[in-house]
């Protein structure tokens, strides 16, 4: 019931995925999206005469739009726990939505059998949001092409099981190897593949496959009757070769959670009240993500329901951040060849040096707001309909070293990674939880905190960053964003920043 | 149904045919409706029939899941056959398996979960009520300035489970709700709130007037809040923020986070872990009750679980694999969707109400805060530190004095748990987790 946004990286529970339909093994291998057509109709059983017809049926009470989203998603999962492969799982998920616009008023239906009956009957359902007597003429589809963000040699849904499990007993044997007080180890692989074909009233067609792939490891440290658990995670739209790259091994990700939880057993009691604070660089984007971006998201603004309602051109932040949302990162879990609603994504450029320029849009936040839209137009799934929402979020790199930064600070919090965060978009308070952390000492980091929740005030906060590194990085973990009981893959960028104050809440 | 249920056993038949040892189907069949209005207007109409089949098979202590949305025949067949190959792969696991024959569920009737009178609501009729929530709500008070959405929400349909060893459930849900969320606006400070109401049944939802009335003040009191200053309190917990507490403890008294080591909890069952007066208890039987239900997701009957008494933890809830591996008896708290393993997890969960009024609660207090709402960020499960975003009234010589913000709470579960000191006779069942109005002594509230 909570009407708060979120961000949070995903557990390593998070329900598995898998399989190999026959259509997948079609020369899928190196799909570029737009290329096919034929094969999607075929999946979906729907021609470009039945999508007309459908979208005649749901204009048919006046609406002014109407569009058709067809999705078939094949996911896979695998999990390791106290050294066995305990958890294997394979699904499909397919269904189409209906969604037709009358100003910003919207009907929604949605049907998960792919039978042209039951889609008329969701073209019915949805149709009942107009009581007009308009008529509005479908316009000839015009397929969109774009570039490929994601290129996959195989997508990794289609490569051998033994190959994934031999990956997570790597993750399993690297966190026990690297230190006895390791006491136990879970590594999961979830993959997916999304396969969507869209039609509407305007003309616009496209069809995208979106991979989206993910490690996630946690380990447990027990040392004298003390216990710490950490995780450590990769995501990305890409392959399984993702994890090749010297810096996403599970190795890799498996030490550096082993490393967290043994550094934490040592942890001490964060101070309380305001600090002054320093954000690593990569995770610490969850503040951009929270404190400026879900009040930039169109929707609300137009609605006056945002902090930052009214207020493109006035100063909301320090003049040291310039604030940008692009989905057009390759590879990155917040990447879109095009958006849920047939734009393209673009580089949007939301704060330059400290002046709001401008918001995240759907099309009927662009409509109400008289501007273009911004490619920001997204969905969880066929089952629900596009809101505007961010793509990967984050702050321009400045000037300084993160060692200069550090030393600048006398005594203070550097935090460095975090569990996720929350947003009253209306006030723009928000909380972030962080995970790791370190008393900063005459310019040096000294103990371990205990986890600790930062809070704050959106443009309060962004007026007191003092110091912005040249370090900038895209966090690859795997954020998920929560808007409206809808949940996207998203990412998140920081350089290394330095808050003059910020509310810690320690004990 | 009957058509669900045959779907169902045509899985089990293949699946046995095609090697397995064990196998259990589950379907979920609902329809669900959500209607927004936004400032008189509708801003949405949404209409849906999610339906999804999930199959476990167990061969050689071997197992997996497979899922599907398709219902088609030939493309469960699919699934069936893709479980029995992918389960080749996993590792042999002697606690896998469904559960024992003789503690099985039985489909009743009597807890009052389906009300056939939602399906029967036109969408005429929710439109109405929820705009008429939402003008009333808009009416309350002069501050407020705005709306975000008056929503009615449904949902009902059916659960199907069916197992191998010849257990054949099917159990019928029904819910559904109007909230409301309001905005207030005070020197361009804009402050928001929400209150709402749902039930298994469409007679018990509060009146229009009581939900408007409720967000209305809840919004309201937040005009002109402070910062408070960092101090350690006594701290009040409203229904909202106890709730919160209560999903902490949900979380570490589970099976999985007890063997998973994911529990501050993991070595203290028979012990006091808390006030004498803390009694928590775990009841699927609850009637109406919004997690009440007849079996588990693996079968097993639903029932009442004791987990804290009298400051005592009494016991962990279990499904079938998490009480295998403590060598203990499942609690019929498994859970699951269709594209999920069972995982044990709270039904009902509250504390027992106590004695006190929650004016006398705060009434003790000469300095302290009112707790109403906290994030969900800051809690470590392996440790119990808590530290939340949080909100509420400041109390001032006994009286609830102004509103703040932008503040933390932050202790440690042990010690919370330890310093609880008054109970309120305030319980209500809202949700699924319930809690009355209680005191902790003493909590670090961090803010200027």
Same mark, same amino acid.
């Given at each position: 019931?909570?009407?708060?946004?979120?961000?949070?990286?995903?557990?390593?529970?998070?329900?598995?995925?898998?399989?190999?339909?026959?259509?997948?093994?079609?020369?899928?291998?190196?799909?570029?999206?737009?290329?096919?057509?034929?094969?999607?109709?075929?999946?979906?059983?729907?021609?470009?005469?039945?999508?007309?017809?459908?979208?005649?049926?749901? *204009?048919?009470?006046?609406?002014?739009?109407?569009? *058709?989203?067809?999705?078939?998603?094949?996911?896979?999962?695998?999990?390791?726990?106290?050294?066995?492969?305990?958890?294997?799982?394979?699904?499909?998920?397919?269904?189409?939505?209906?969604?037709?616009?009358?100003?910003?008023?919207?009907?929604?239906?949605?049907?998960?059998?792919?039978?042209?009956?039951?889609? *008329?009957?969701?073209?019915?359902?949805?149709?009942?949001?107009?009581?007009?007597?308009?008529?509005?003429?479908?316009?000839?589809?015009?397929?969109?092409?774009?570039?490929?963000?994601?290129? &996959?040699?195989?997508?990794?849904?289609?490569?051998?099981?033994?190959?994934?499990?031999?990956?997570?007993?790597?993750?399993?044997?690297?966190?026990?190897?690297?230190?006895?007080?390791?006491?136990?180890?879970?590594?999961?692989?979830?993959?997916?593949?999304?396969?969507?074909?869209?039609?509407?009233?305007?003309?616009?067609?496209?069809?995208?496959?979106?991979?989206?792939?993910?490690?996630?490891?946690?380990?447990?440290?027990?040392?004298?009757?003390?216990?710490?658990?950490?995780?450590?995670?990769?995501?990305?739209?890409?392959? *399984?070769?993702?994890?090749?790259?010297?810096?996403?091994?599970?190795?890799? &990700?498996?030490?550096?959670?082993?490393?967290?939880?043994?550094?934490?057993?040592?942890?001490?009691?964060?101070?309380?009240?305001?600090?002054?604070?320093?954000?690593?660089?990569?995770?610490?984007?969850?503040?951009?993500?929270?404190? &400026?971006?879900?009040?930039?998201?169109?929707?609300?603004?137009?609605?006056?329901?945002?902090?930052?309602?009214?207020?493109?051109?006035?100063?909301?932040?320090?003049?040291?951040?310039?604030?940008?949302?692009?989905?057009?990162?390759?590879?990155?879990?917040?990447?879109?060849?095009?958006?849920?609603?047939?734009?393209?994504?673009?580089?949007?450029?939301?704060?330059?040096?400290?002046?709001?320029? %401008?918001?995240?849009?759907?099309?009927?936040?662009?409509?109400?707001?008289?501007?273009?839209?911004?490619?920001?137009?997204?969905?969880?799934?066929?089952?629900?309909?596009?809101?505007?929402?961010?793509?990967?979020?984050?702050?321009?790199? %400045?000037?300084?070293?993160?060692?200069?930064?550090?030393?600048?600070?006398?005594?203070?919090?550097?935090?460095?990674?975090?569990?996720?965060?929350?947003?009253?978009?209306?006030?723009?308070?928000?909380?972030?939880?962080?995970?790791?952390?370190?008393?900063?000492?005459?310019?040096?980091?000294?103990?371990?905190?205990?986890?600790?929740?930062?809070?704050?005030?959106?443009?309060?906060?962004?007026?007191?960053?003092?110091?912005?590194?040249?370090?900038?990085?895209?966090?690859?973990?795997?954020?998920?964003? %929560?808007?409206?009981?809808?949940?996207?893959?998203?990412?998140?960028?920081?350089?290394?920043?330095?808050?003059?104050?910020?509310?810690?809440?320690?004990? | 149904?009957?058509?669900?249920?045959? =779907?169902?056993?045509? /899985?089990?038949?293949?699946?046995?045919?095609?090697?397995?040892? @064990? /196998?259990?189907?589950?379907?979920?069949?609902?329809?669900?409706?959500?209607?927004?209005?936004?400032?008189?207007?509708?801003?949405?109409?949404?209409?849906?029939?999610?339906?999804?089949?999930?199959?476990?098979?167990?061969?050689?202590?071997?197992?997996?899941?497979?899922?599907?949305?398709?219902?088609?025949?030939?493309?469960?067949?699919?699934?069936?056959?893709?479980?029995?190959?992918?389960?080749?792969?996993?590792?042999?696991?002697?606690?896998?398996?469904?559960?024992?024959?003789?503690?099985?569920?039985?489909?009743?009737?009597?807890?009052?979960?389906?009300?056939?009178?939602?399906?029967?609501?036109?969408?005429?009729?929710?439109?109405?009520?929820?705009?008429?929530?939402?003008?009333?709500?808009?009416?309350?008070?002069?501050?407020?300035?705005?709306?975000?959405?008056?929503?009615?929400?449904?949902?009902?349909?059916?659960?199907?489970?069916?197992?191998?060893?010849?257990?054949?459930?099917?159990? @019928?849900?029904?819910?559904?709700?109007?909230?409301?969320?309001?905005?207030?606006?005070?020197?361009?400070?804009?402050?928001?709130?929400?209150?709402?109401?749902?039930?298994?049944?469409?007679?018990?939802?509060?009146? =229009?007037?009581?939900?408007?009335?409720?967000?209305?003040?809840?919004?309201?009191?937040?005009?002109?809040?402070?910062?408070?200053?960092?101090?350690?309190?006594?701290?009040?917990?409203?229904?909202?923020?106890?709730?919160?507490?209560?999903? =902490?403890?949900?979380?570490?008294?589970?099976?999985?986070?007890?063997?998973?080591?994911?529990?501050?909890?993991?070595?203290?069952?028979?012990?006091?872990?808390?006030?004498?007066?803390?009694?928590?208890?775990?009841?699927?039987?609850?009637?109406?009750?919004?997690?009440?239900?007849?079996?588990?997701?693996?079968?097993?009957?639903?029932?009442?679980?004791?987990? =804290?008494?009298?400051?005592?933890?009494?016991?962990?809830?279990?499904?079938?694999?998490?009480?295998?591996?403590?060598?203990?008896?499942?609690?019929?708290?498994?859970?699951?969707?269709?594209?999920? @393993?069972?995982? !044990?997890?709270?039904?009902?969960?509250?504390?027992?109400?106590?004695?006190?009024?929650?004016?006398?609660?705060?009434?003790?207090?000469?300095?302290?805060?009112?707790?109403?709402? /906290?994030?969900?960020?800051?809690?470590?499960?392996?440790?119990?530190?808590?530290?939340?975003?949080?909100?509420?009234?400041?109390?001032?010589?006994?009286?609830?004095?102004? !509103?703040?913000?932008?503040?933390?709470?932050?202790?440690?579960?042990?010690?919370?748990?330890?310093?609880?000191?008054?109970?309120?006779?305030?319980?209500?069942?809202?949700?699924?987790?319930?809690? !009355?109005?209680?005191?902790?002594?003493?909590?670090?509230?961090?803010?200027?």
């Amino acid at each position: 019931m909570k009407r708060r946004e979120f961000l949070k990286t995903s557990g390593i529970l998070a329900a598995g995925i898998v399989t190999a339909p026959a259509w997948f093994n079609m020369g899928y291998s190196k799909t570029k999206p737009g290329s096919n057509l034929q094969d999607m109709e075929t999946l979906f059983s729907v021609s470009a005469a039945e999508a007309q017809r459908l979208l005649d049926r749901a *204009l048919a009470k006046g609406a002014q739009s109407a569009d *058709l989203f067809f999705e078939y998603r094949t996911s896979s999962g695998l999990r390791i726990e106290d050294g066995i492969i305990k958890d294997i799982s394979n699904g499909i998920v397919l269904g189409m939505g209906v969604r037709a616009v009358q100003g910003d008023q919207i009907g929604y239906a949605y049907t998960d059998a792919i039978d042209f009956p039951k889609m *008329l009957i969701a073209a019915e359902t949805a149709a009942n949001i107009a009581d007009t007597a308009n008529s509005f003429k479908i316009s000839r589809f015009q397929n969109i092409s774009c570039k490929n963000l994601y290129p &996959v040699e195989t997508y990794s849904v289609n490569i051998d099981l033994n190959r994934k499990i031999e990956l997570l007993n790597q993750a399993d044997g690297a966190a026990r190897r690297f230190n006895s007080r390791v006491s136990s180890v879970t590594a999961s692989i979830a993959d997916e593949l999304r396969q969507i074909m869209y039609f509407d009233s305007e003309g616009k067609n496209f069809q995208d496959v979106q991979p989206l792939f993910a490690l996630r490891v946690r380990v447990t440290a027990e040392d004298n009757g003390k216990r710490q658990g950490a995780n450590a995670a990769r995501s990305a739209r890409a392959g *399984l070769d993702f994890l090749d790259k010297p810096n996403n091994t599970p190795t890799v &990700v498996a030490q550096q959670a082993a490393t967290i939880a043994i550094t934490n057993l040592d942890a001490k009691p964060a101070p309380a009240g305001p600090q002054v604070v320093i954000l690593g660089p990569a995770e610490s984007g969850v503040l951009i993500h929270e404190a &400026v971006g879900h009040g930039l998201e169109a929707d609300y603004n137009y609605k006056n329901l945002s902090n930052y309602s009214g207020k493109v051109g006035q100063k909301v932040a320090s003049e040291r951040c310039t604030i940008i949302d692009t989905g057009l990162l390759p590879g990155s879990r917040g990447a879109i060849n095009i958006d849920d609603e047939g734009h393209l994504p673009s580089n949007t450029v939301l704060i330059e040096n400290g002046i709001l320029k %401008g918001y995240m849009h759907n099309s009927i936040s662009a409509r109400m707001m008289k501007v273009n839209p911004t490619g920001n137009g997204r969905r969880q799934s066929y089952a629900y309909p596009p809101l505007a929402r961010m793509t990967t979020t984050y702050l321009q790199k %400045g000037e300084c070293t993160a060692e200069e930064i550090i030393r600048s600070v006398k005594k203070g919090v550097y935090a460095k990674n975090f569990s996720g965060g929350q947003v009253d978009t209306i006030k723009g308070d928000f909380t972030f939880g962080v995970i790791e952390a370190y008393l900063i000492e005459d310019g040096r980091l000294t103990a371990p905190l205990k986890d600790v929740t930062l809070i704050g005030n959106g443009p309060d906060v962004m007026n007191k960053i003092l110091m912005v590194g040249d370090d900038l990085k895209i966090s690859d973990s795997t954020w998920s964003c %929560g808007k409206d009981g809808q949940n996207i893959p998203v990412s998140v960028g920081n350089p290394t920043v330095k808050i003059s104050e910020i509310t810690v809440g320690g004990s | 149904m009957q058509e669900l249920i045959k =779907i169902a056993e045509r /899985v089990i038949k293949e699946a046995r045919r095609g090697g397995a040892d @064990e /196998v259990d189907v589950l379907i979920n069949n609902f329809t669900s409706a959500r209607i927004k209005v936004r400032l008189g207007k509708i801003e949405e109409l949404r209409q849906s029939n999610p339906r999804a089949l999930g199959i476990r098979v167990f061969k050689n202590k071997r197992k997996a899941l497979t899922y599907t949305s398709d219902l088609r025949p030939e493309s469960v067949s699919t699934m069936v056959q893709k479980a029995l190959e992918i389960a080749r792969l996993s590792d042999i696991d002697e606690y896998n398996g469904l559960p024992e024959g003789n503690l099985f569920g039985t489909t009743k009737t009597g807890l009052g979960l389906y009300d056939p009178e939602i399906a029967q609501i036109p969408t005429e009729r929710k439109i109405q009520m929820a705009s008429d929530l939402e003008t009333l709500g808009l009416k309350q008070n002069s501050l407020i300035t705005n709306s975000g959405g008056a929503f009615w929400n449904d949902s009902y349909g059916q659960t199907i489970l069916l197992n191998s060893h010849g257990f054949s459930g099917e159990q @019928e849900f029904s819910n559904c709700s109007l909230s409301l969320q309001l905005v207030a606006e005070k020197d361009n400070v804009k402050q928001t709130d929400y209150w709402w109401s749902g039930q298994r049944t469409f007679s018990k939802l509060d009146p =229009i007037e009581s939900i408007a009335k409720t967000a209305a003040e809840r919004t309201a009191r937040k005009v002109g809040s402070r910062k408070p200053a960092t101090q350690s309190v006594p701290v009040v917990f409203d229904p909202q923020a106890g709730a919160d507490l209560l999903n =902490i403890i949900a979380a570490v008294v589970v099976g999985s986070a007890i063997y998973r080591k994911n529990s501050f909890l993991i070595d203290k069952l028979g012990q006091s872990i808390a006030v004498k007066e803390l009694n928590i208890i775990d009841d699927a039987t609850l009637p109406g009750g919004n997690d009440s239900r007849y079996f588990d997701d693996e079968g097993l009957a639903g029932r009442r679980n004791v987990v =804290i008494e009298n400051g005592v933890l009494k016991t962990f809830l279990c499904d079938c694999y998490s009480a295998r591996k403590l060598k203990t008896v499942p609690t019929g708290s498994a859970r699951r969707g269709a594209s999920s @393993e069972p995982a !044990p997890a709270t039904s009902n969960f509250f504390m027992q109400a106590g004695r006190y009024s929650p004016a006398e609660i705060i009434g003790s207090i000469q300095n302290g805060l009112f707790l109403t709402d /906290v994030n969900w960020v800051g809690v470590n499960y392996v440790t119990g530190d808590y530290s939340r975003g949080a909100e509420g009234i400041w109390i001032e010589n006994g009286k609830l004095a102004y !509103p703040v913000q932008e503040c933390t709470v932050a202790g440690n579960m042990f010690d919370m748990l330890n310093s609880i000191s008054m109970i309120g006779n305030d319980l209500e069942f809202r949700g699924s987790i319930n809690s !009355p109005t209680f005191k902790i002594d003493r909590l670090m509230v961090s803010g200027q």
